[in-house]
């Protein structure tokens, strides 16, 4: 889906599995997208600010979400059952449905603000063991929504129970009106999706004792006024474990329906329908980049133009694995980081902490390539800087190393962070080395040249008292 990528690379969903939902919440015929977290995180909100063909999701600070999501969990749902016009929000814990009624109008919508989370409106599940999951449609054709929530006691394993909804808000009323065991999914969602005029669902399904999973279609075999349901196929099967959660809109506005979701930990998956309307083939889609950078603890990022497009690439270093290379497909104002390589396997970093930085070392106008590591010498630990000279041109860099004791630094114990900057101006690079151990910045300035860089140790700084990862630059600009 070229054009479609999501900004906000760094808002962090907290390593767990975020619950995603597209919906047109400003009713300006494009869909925007929602992503409810655990308790630090709540609710983010992207809101598409390209077009229906080629939407383009960006970030927004969390006002006016920021007071919703006060439970441990958030899965955010949009629906109008109480029918005045426009979408309200729902939330499920449980034995309870959070109500956040939308105040404003469908193009403008204004939510409540709590300040403490008993205030929120809770409408009490009659499940016993609880609603999950919970959906709404117009199954059978009445022009009334019904409510649907998966009655779980495994969330793999389950039955889709369909309410009658009598009144909602202050007079909430329903009552079970139907159920359906052979459209038990993990998540799911309701759709014509063959345009044979009633709802079908599609969702995830699977079996964990044979760790097979599924992206799955139940057909509904009977009409739009008397749904009847058949057991589920598989559309293709994953190479991961279910989410509960998922997401559907036609978000390239070529009259099929696209599927988002999250895995457990954060990585943001897309499957993109291929298809006709009436005949579904979903693909995974790379065009949509994961929203966060989750390759475990200690991850090191940092900025380059590597490729000299005037546009700045990302590399994560991470324990013991290697160096992660995001191209930056976007502009310099609109940054799209697609995976290139999660290890740069080349470089031979894997058993090392890896903490990457770049300069233009031997002024000629590439960028080199330096890493912080740890050497272990039988149980002794101490901090060293490797140094890959960049061999290619501008664009095309290949990494050549030279040694994996830069300078003849050496720190006894701990980690060690390097940067660099042309601290005296005196037109040559000198070097900043942070170690863990010490817990000091140490200084050495650079007597040599541009070209063939000498180093020699001048002083360091107090004893920092923890772990820090320095970066300089020029913070003040001039008027």
Known sequence: MPGCYIGGLDQDSGGREPALNWVDIDADGDFDLFIGEDATQGIQFYPNVGDPEEPDWQFEPPLPYANLAHYSWFTPVFADPDGDGDLDMMNTSGLEIFYYENLGTAEEPIWPEYDHPFDIVELLCPMETGCYNIEFADLNSDGQLEMFVVDVNDPYASRLIMFQINGWGDD????????????????YRFADMDTDGDLDIIGFAGDWNLFEFHLAFVENAGTSTNPEFLPWVSLMELDHPLSRYMGMADVDNDGDKDLCYALHGGELRFLKNQGAPDSMAFVAAVAMPPLMLDLGTQTVPTLVDIDADNDL?????????????????????LADWRLVSKTMPELNLENLLVQPTFCDIDDDDDQDLFIGHVYNDNGYTSGRIHFYQ???????????????????????????????????????????????????????????????????????????????????GDLLYPD
């Open 313 to 333: 690439d990302l590399f994560a270093g991470y324990v013991e694995r290697g160096l992660a290379f995001y191209r930056n497909e976007g502009t310099p104002q």
């Open 172 to 187: 909430f009323d329903i009552a079970i009106q139907d159920s359906f065991p052979d459209a038990s999914l993990a998540a």
């Open 390 to 472: 960049n061999i290619g041109t501008p664009q095309s860099p290949v990494f050549f190393h030279i040694t994996g004791q830069y300078a003849d630094i050496v720190f006894q114990y701990g980690k060690c962070q390097p940067d660099f900057c042309d601290i005296d101006n005196d037109g040559d690079l000198d070097l900043f080395v942070y170690n863990t151990s010490s817990h000091q910045l140490y200084f050495y300035r650079n007597v040599g040249t541009p070209e063939e860089a000498y180093f020699v140790h001048e002083n360091s700084s107090p004893n920092y008292g923890g772990y820090v990862v320095p970066t300089l």
